[in-house]
């Protein structure tokens, strides 16, 4: 192999379990966004502009349908001769094999994938955050200050600094002190997940993490530590655009309706930094006579004869007519059926809504509740599964997760359960409870 000076490693083997149903099936880098796009675009979209040619993505949780969805690189122009794009799942070898048990024994696990290109950089990243960032410019101050590594931070508001990764740092963007979840923040300057390591200090380090028996086996919690004690030269690399961790069903929601503001935090139709994807051939989508669509993104292949409001809609989706969709995001190849209605609902692939259905609904006499499941859904958020059938006329109340058909014949039967089962709280989680 050719020596690469820089290659990137993507962290994409998280199970997302915050993110419900949404991950029953499939890794949370491989969740549908925006349209047309997965979530793992933004990453290799990123690494292509700022001019990474190699990059390995290492899969884990269910990596079926994001290994086939990558492919050999093409649709991010990464099927190279001398590099491209590489899923590197977990692997057995002659002495042993095991899961990769953080992120940094991720890595660890594949020092020799990245010995091969002989590389004096490499680029940690995730493959679940929505943002557009030039890594090339962050190398750049990397090599200028003749770090150990370059840590990418952006603002976030002192109030919720809390709930990050914080590093503190003299005025020259050095790292002093690097604080995981501190309950009185001393700064404001979040951890993105985006890391620049001069690889020969990070293998050294990341051989002795492993080498410690009690290690989290983690960047946040071990490495980046580690390395400040051992007076390494740390810098933070302010970051000013927009950045999203898409780990929970509000702000997955949320991301994909600020796509739909008039002035959109981040443009997904932006040829100056294009997003790329792989989206499969379609025809035009069809907009009936009956149909009122108001600003709402429809794919290809679409055809529409109800109302859509302020939804995003993927490709192959059936909304028939007299249908109501508003707030909501539909995944491909799903119908909503006539009459049905949708409020604030995330709806998912090949799934059937039956006429006359709610999803969303008010409390009221008819509407069930058994489906509420505020441990993954809130904000009025609903979610469906993928392929399941909703009969006609059900109703489903808001912040519910509805992970199983709900048939004609079956209606009548969970009500029942639910009224005789003596923690209501519980039965109402649904059939599958996540952490």
């Given at each position: 192999?050719?020596?690469?000076?820089?290659?990137?490693?993507?962290?994409?083997?998280?199970q997302g379990s915050r993110l419900g149903i949404l991950?029953?099936?499939?890794?949370?880098?491989?969740?549908?966004?925006?349209?047309?796009?997965?979530?793992?675009?933004?990453?290799?979209?990123?690494?292509?502009?700022?001019?990474?040619?190699?990059?390995?993505?290492?899969?884990?949780?269910?990596?079926?349908?994001?290994?086939t969805y990558i492919g050999s690189g093409q649709a991010?122009?990464?099927?190279?001769?001398?590099?491209?794009?590489?899923?590197?799942?977990?692997?057995?070898?002659?002495?042993?094999?095991?899961?990769?048990?953080?992120?940094?024994?991720?890595?660890?696990?594949?020092?020799?994938?990245?010995?091969?290109?002989?590389?004096?950089?490499?680029?940690?990243?995730?493959?679940?955050?929505?943002?557009?960032?030039?890594?090339?410019?962050?190398?750049?101050?990397?090599?200028?200050?003749?770090?150990?590594?370059?840590?990418?931070?952006?603002?976030?508001?002192?109030?919720?600094?809390?709930?990050?990764?914080?590093?503190?740092?003299?005025?020259?963007?050095?790292?002093?002190?690097?604080?995981?979840?501190?309950?009185?923040?001393?700064?404001?300057?979040?951890?993105?997940?985006?890391?620049?390591?001069?690889?020969?200090?990070?293998?050294?380090?990341?051989?002795?993490?492993?080498?410690?028996?009690?290690?989290?086996?983690?960047?946040?919690?071990?490495?980046?530590?580690?390395?400040?004690?051992?007076?390494?030269?740390?810098?933070?690399?302010?970051?000013?655009?927009?950045?999203?961790?898409?780990?929970?069903?509000?702000?997955?929601?949320?991301?994909?309706?600020?796509?739909?503001?008039?002035?959109?935090?981040?443009?997904?139709?932006?040829?100056?930094?294009?997003?790329?994807?792989?989206?499969?051939?379609?025809?035009?989508?069809?907009?009936?006579?009956?149909?009122?669509?108001?600003?709402?993104?429809?794919?290809?292949?679409?055809?529409?004869?109800?109302?859509?409001?302020?939804?995003?809609?993927?490709?192959?989706?059936?909304?028939?007519?007299?249908?109501?969709?508003?707030?909501?995001?539909?995944?491909?190849?799903?119908?909503?059926?006539?009459?049905?209605?949708?409020?604030?609902?995330?709806?998912?692939?090949?799934?059937?809504?039956?006429?006359?259905?709610?999803?969303?609904?008010?409390?009221?006499?008819?509407?069930?509740?058994?489906?509420?499941?505020?441990?993954?859904?809130?904000?009025?958020?609903?979610?469906?599964?993928?392929?399941?059938?909703?009969?006609?006329?059900?109703?489903?109340?808001?912040?519910?997760?509805?992970?199983?058909?709900?048939?004609?014949?079956?209606?009548?039967?969970?009500?029942?359960?639910?009224?005789?089962?003596?923690?209501?709280?519980?039965?109402?989680?649904?059939?599958?409870?996540?952490?």
């Amino acid at each position: 192999m050719k020596s690469k000076e820089c290659l990137a490693m993507i962290l994409a083997g998280g199970q997302g379990s915050r993110l419900g149903i949404l991950t029953n099936k499939v890794a949370k880098p491989a969740v549908p966004f925006g349209g047309k796009y997965r979530i793992i675009d933004f990453t290799l979209s990123n690494c292509v502009h700022s001019g990474i040619d190699t990059v390995g993505v290492l899969t884990q949780y269910q990596p079926l349908e994001l290994n086939t969805y990558i492919g050999s690189g093409q649709a991010w122009d990464l099927d190279r001769n001398n590099g491209g794009v590489f899923v590197l799942p977990p692997f057995m070898t002659a002495i042993k094999g095991e899961w990769y048990k953080g992120t940094a024994n991720a890595i660890f696990q594949n020092i020799p994938f990245v010995e091969q290109f002989s590389p004096k950089y490499v680029v940690i990243l995730s493959g679940d955050h929505i943002y557009k960032m030039n890594y090339a410019k962050m190398l750049d101050a990397h090599k200028k200050s003749e770090a150990d590594a370059t840590i990418a931070v952006i603002e976030v508001p002192i109030d919720e600094a809390s709930r990050f990764g914080i590093m503190n740092t003299d005025s020259e963007l050095k790292i002093t002190e690097f604080e995981e979840k501190p309950e009185n923040p001393k700064s404001n300057l979040a951890s993105m997940g985006v890391y620049i390591f001069t690889w020969d200090v990070l293998k050294r380090f990341l051989i002795a993490d492993e080498n410690n028996k009690n290690s989290d086996n983690d960047f946040g919690k071990n490495i980046i530590p580690e390395m400040l004690k051992s007076s390494k030269s740390l810098y933070a690399h302010r970051f000013d655009g927009y950045w999203k961790d898409v780990g929970t069903i509000q702000s997955l929601y949320e991301a994909n309706m600020e796509i739909l503001e008039d002035n959109a935090p981040i443009h997904l139709a932006d040829n100056s930094w294009k997003v790329f994807s792989r989206n499969p051939i379609k025809q035009p989508h069809y907009i009936c006579d009956t149909a009122t669509v108001r600003n709402a993104y429809i794919t290809d292949g679409c055809s529409i004869a109800g109302r859509v409001e302020h939804s995003i809609i993927f490709e192959g989706v059936i909304i028939e007519e007299g249908a109501v969709v508003k707030d909501s995001i539909i995944f491909p190849g799903a119908r909503v059926c006539k009459g049905a209605t949708l409020n604030r609902t995330i709806i998912g692939a090949d799934t059937t809504i039956g006429e006359g259905a709610h999803i969303g609904a008010s409390s009221g006499e008819d509407v069930m509740d058994d489906f509420l499941n505020t441990k993954i859904c809130s904000h009025d958020i609903s979610i469906v599964g993928e392929d399941l059938y909703i009969a006609p006329n059900v109703k489903i109340g808001k912040n519910a997760m509805v992970d199983r058909d709900v048939r004609e014949s079956n209606v009548a039967d969970i009500k029942s359960k639910a009224a005789n089962t003596e923690d209501s709280t519980t039965s109402r989680e649904g059939a599958q409870v996540y952490a």
